[in-house]
């Protein structure tokens, strides 16, 4: 996965930071220029193994699509955007709206037939234009692929798919590359995102899941000195005796200790949530949940959903445990901000193109002001070239003023997960606010007895119940230097030189420690029926929506869009903006109780640790460091200039 250009702010293309992959690249004929890392990096570690079957069918048919150039260039886009995000500019807080975006920076007409025109001198088949000339849908045989982009279309056994795609970087001809930013779909390897959550066992899809008891209604309420029949003797954890996990923080609790007081509450602004698929419960379950927790109902139209005209890739995607990801998205915004509105736009499945379409509509409709995304893909495990055709929607967006938000994932430094020390995109670009995690420990008094960051060691009791077992790393925030992305103008000297050069991930970060988690409610199919039911849940899928929940409650102080929030986090780094989570946490964790069938207690308890701060290689520091980036937003951020 590589970006295909340099920018102003972040000079991309990281070519000198990582090699290809691919090999070298053919040589192409003077007047041609290549679509940098168009070729999968996977190519060659395929060959490698044996994986390769051929040169594919020359009759054989692809379907892709060519993503076209903002008019004027991707870098003086990049630049604008930049300049419109960045205090101290003369355009500082400046933005545009969708109609004037497109009439400034939609490719030209022009263009598009400039590119068709080269496309059937090819033997390829146009087939659809997309919204707002973005890219153009094009169809053809392998033979016209490889003649149009001076590529071979190869056949490979990857991940256990039968895959075709192209096996050296495209190229186009030297007066067509300032119209072509990037070419998806040769590749036609599945590639889908991820959500961001964790409760128990497994991700709640439709399927009932209950936590179990004991818990703590606020953090350290229950000392875990017994089992849950209160009889059998828990043993201590490096001779303390820790409390239970939380049962779920609420939104009073959160809007205590985050907010302090604050009686901003969103009203006009609107928050954008994007996930895949549509809850059919989601605007019982919410309400439901907020009349029951003190967050105040949702009036008329307060909850809207968006959502395509058929959903696909069910088999490929589980529409079910998507369910669960948007009823904790619209939950934890409402929570942070009751009265803000909520728009829910579904993707159709979760796949890239998908969601790139889906983000596009987001930015064409113009009508929020923040969007917070809780899903994602490692950054090995996507292409330069939807790294292109998301970033053009990502600085459509910093135009119009409309701020972004991601996950930053919850594998660490995914090296246990991947083999390979990686951050995760699209939270590692730098026109995205990255939301890391937190483990926040909020009293009885709705303060933070203390924030520590989110990483986790897992012990489990041993079978005569006298000692806690280690079972290593489990899971933390994600985080890491990026591979795609040089280091932003705004990163530095907020970042500390031992990170090196790159993109550093994340931003800040708030709650999202499964163990400090947050309660939601849904409607799940139990053994005895349909029904309501409530459970803890955590993951940065929990911090992202919590930060745009703040961000809206900022903006409706401000008065106005916040756009790109990055500059203006890391130029108030070090200021009571925000709180450094740093230090050793009070508890060294604290015990969970689980039932063993996720539902109740007919087939036993589990007990199990799960300690503070130990995110992998992801050091919790002073100032700035890779779990919680510059720390974690106050009360004194909300009304901040």
Request: aromatic share 8%.
């Amino acid at each position: 996965m590589r970006r295909t250009r340099t920018s102003l702010c972040a000079a991309t293309v990281i070519g000198a930071l990582i090699a290809t992959g691919v090999g070298t690249a053919p040589a192409h004929a003077a007047d041609r220029k290549r679509v940098a890392r168009s070729a999968p990096s996977w190519v060659a570690s395929a060959q490698a193994k044996g994986q390769a079957k051929g040169r594919a069918a020359a009759k054989n048919r692809s379907s892709f699509r060519l993503y076209l150039a903002p008019k004027g260039g991707v870098d003086a886009l990049e630049a604008d955007a930049l300049a419109r995000s960045t205090p101290g500019t003369s355009s500082y807080g400046t933005f545009l709206t969708a109609a004037q975006y497109h009439a400034a920076y939609d490719p030209s007409s022009a263009s598009v037939k400039t590119v068709r025109g080269f496309l059937a001198d090819n033997g390829l088949t146009v087939s659809g234009v997309g919204p707002a000339k973005r890219y153009l849908s094009v169809t053809g045989t392998n033979a016209a692929v490889e003649k149009a982009f001076a590529t071979t279309m190869g056949l490979f056994t990857h991940d256990g798919e039968q895959v075709q795609t192209n096996t050296t970087d495209i190229s186009v001809p030297a007066s067509l590359a300032p119209l072509v930013i990037g070419v998806t779909g040769l590749d036609t390897e599945t590639r889908t995102m991820s959500h961001r959550h964790l409760t128990g066992p497994a991700a709640p899809p439709s399927a009932g899941f209950r936590n179990a008891r004991p818990c703590s209604r606020s953090y350290g309420q229950v000392a875990a000195t017994y089992q849950a029949d209160f009889k059998t003797p828990l043993p201590q954890f490096k001779n303390k005796t820790l409390p239970y996990a939380v049962c779920g923080y609420t939104g009073p609790q959160l809007r205590a200790a985050y907010e302090q007081g604050s009686t901003l509450d969103g009203t006009g602004t609107n928050v954008a949530v994007v996930d895949a698929y549509a809850s059919p419960t989601i605007a019982k379950d919410a309400q439901t949940y907020a009349t029951q927790h003190g967050d105040g109902g949702y009036a008329n139209g307060q909850l809207t959903q968006v959502t395509p005209a058929k959903f696909t890739h069910a088999a490929q995607c589980d529409p079910s445990g998507w369910y669960g990801e948007e009823t904790l998205d619209v939950e934890a915004v409402h929570a942070m901000a009751p009265s803000a509105g909520i728009t829910y736009y579904g993707a159709a499945s979760c796949f890239d193109d998908d969601f790139v379409d889906t983000l596009a509509q987001v930015v064409d409709d113009d009508d929020a002001d923040v969007v917070t995304n809780s899903w994602g893909e490692t950054e090995a495990g996507e292409s330069a070239q939807s790294v292109a055709a998301f970033e053009q929607t990502f600085l459509q967006a910093a135009e119009q003023g409309i701020s972004v938000t991601f996950s930053s994932g919850d594998n660490g430094d995914e090296l246990q997960n991947t083999g390979i020390k990686q951050a995760d995109y699209p939270a590692s670009d730098p026109y995205v606010t990255a939301v890391g995690g937190t483990a926040d420990a909020i009293d009885a008094t709705g303060s933070f007895a203390f924030q520590a960051g989110w990483g986790s060691q897992k012990y489990t009791l041993s079978k005569n119940g006298k000692a806690w077992k280690p079972n290593g790393y489990l899971y933390g925030a994600g985080g890491g230097s990026s591979s795609l992305f040089n280091q932003p103008a705004y990163q530095q000297g907020v970042v500390p030189k031992s990170y090196g050069s790159s993109r550093s991930v994340p931003d800040m970060a708030m709650d999202a420690d499964p163990t400090t988690g947050f309660l939601v409610g849904q409607t799940q199919t139990f053994p005895e029926g349909r029904s309501y039911d409530e459970y803890r849940i955590g993951g940065t899928s929990l911090a992202s929506p919590l930060f745009a929940g703040m961000s809206a409650l900022r903006q409706q102080s401000a008065g106005k869009r916040l756009g790109l929030q990055n500059p203006a986090i890391y130029a108030a780094a070090g200021t009571s903006s925000y709180s450094d989570v740093k230090g050793t946490p009070k508890d060294a964790g604290n015990v969970r109780v689980d039932y063993v069938n996720g539902l109740d207690a007919a087939d036993g308890l589990t007990y199990t640790i799960r300690t503070f701060g130990q995110d992998a290689s992801l050091d919790v520091r002073r100032g700035y460091d890779q779990n919680t980036g510059i720390g974690s937003p106050t009360a004194a951020w909300l009304t901040a200039k």
